[in-house]
């Protein structure tokens, strides 16, 4: 069973326009949660990370909002940009020193020109 | 840093063969993480080592596959004897200590015929 789950797999956005991208856990020793933007043919890069104790992480276009009752995170980019076409991982653990990160299977975002 | 560095990039051999996956983490990172990617399961942990000690392998499929860390540079997967479903991108990523985000390789993409 997952425990991070992306239910959309794919979502296409205007350039300029916001893209919201969504996770939901079902674990609820989930404390930490981390966003990966993945490019073909390279690895997940660190995007951005929020812990329980916050609902809200904002750096740059990039803005994690996390609703614990809900279990539910999203992934707001504004405003979206081409250059943000990539598949976003979202990640989550027990405590933000928690060795086993558990993935969701990812979202493909295409930002159209 | 050149970041973490896996070799090979792609591997193809048949099934029955032995694989070895190789990577060498970020100096200075001491956990360091093995991963396997595929369209049905998405991102799974296979194994992680925190100083050179392997830490949790719950996630090693079975047998055939066995991970070492002999020193804090360099580490190895390997795969023996390989099986078609063996078949996926294989990613190695180190964390440094009190780190809360990894470090991604650009993976190995392994095919079994």
């Known amino acids: 069973d997952q425990q991070v789950k992306q239910n959309s797999p794919s979502l296409s956005v205007q350039e300029g326009r916001i893209s919201i991208l969504n996770c939901d856990y079902t674990?609820?020793?989930?404390?930490?949660f981390l966003w990966y933007k993945k490019y073909p043919a390279e690895g997940p890069t660190f995007l951005i990370s929020?812990?329980?104790?916050?609902d809200k992480n904002e750096d740059g276009r990039f803005t994690v909002f996390l609703n614990k009752s809900a279990k539910h995170l999203s992934l707001h980019i504004v405003p979206s940009q081409p250059g943000d076409s990539a598949v976003y991982f979202c990640?989550?653990?027990?405590?933000?020193?928690?060795?086993?990160?558990?993935f969701g299977p990812g979202t493909r975002l295409s930002v159209l020109p | 840093d050149a970041g973490v560095i896996q070799s090979p990039r792609h591997e193809v051999t048949e099934m029955g063969q032995e694989v070895t996956l190789r990577c060498k983490p970020i100096?200075?990172?001491?956990?360091l993480f093995w991963y396997r990617q595929t369209m049905m399961r998405g991102l799974e942990l296979l194994i992680y080592?925190?100083?050179?000690?392997?830490?949790?392998d719950s996630g090693m499929p079975e047998d055939r596959f066995s991970a070492k860390m002999p020193n804090a540079s360099f580490s190895t997967l390997k795969i023996q004897p390989s099986e078609p479903r063996d078949s996926a991108v294989y990613f190695c990523?180190?964390?440094?200590?009190?780190?809360?985000?990894?470090?991604f390789g650009a993976g190995t993409r392994l095919s079994v015929l």
């Open positions: 990640a989550a653990s027990v405590g933000n020193y928690g060795q086993n990160f558990v």
């Open positions: 674990n609820s020793m989930f404390d930490y």
């Open positions: 080592f925190n100083n050179n000690v392997p830490i949790d």
């Open positions: 100096s200075g990172h001491n956990s």
């Open positions: 929020i812990s329980s104790i916050k």
């Open positions: 990523a180190s964390r440094p200590t009190g780190g809360a985000s990894q470090y």
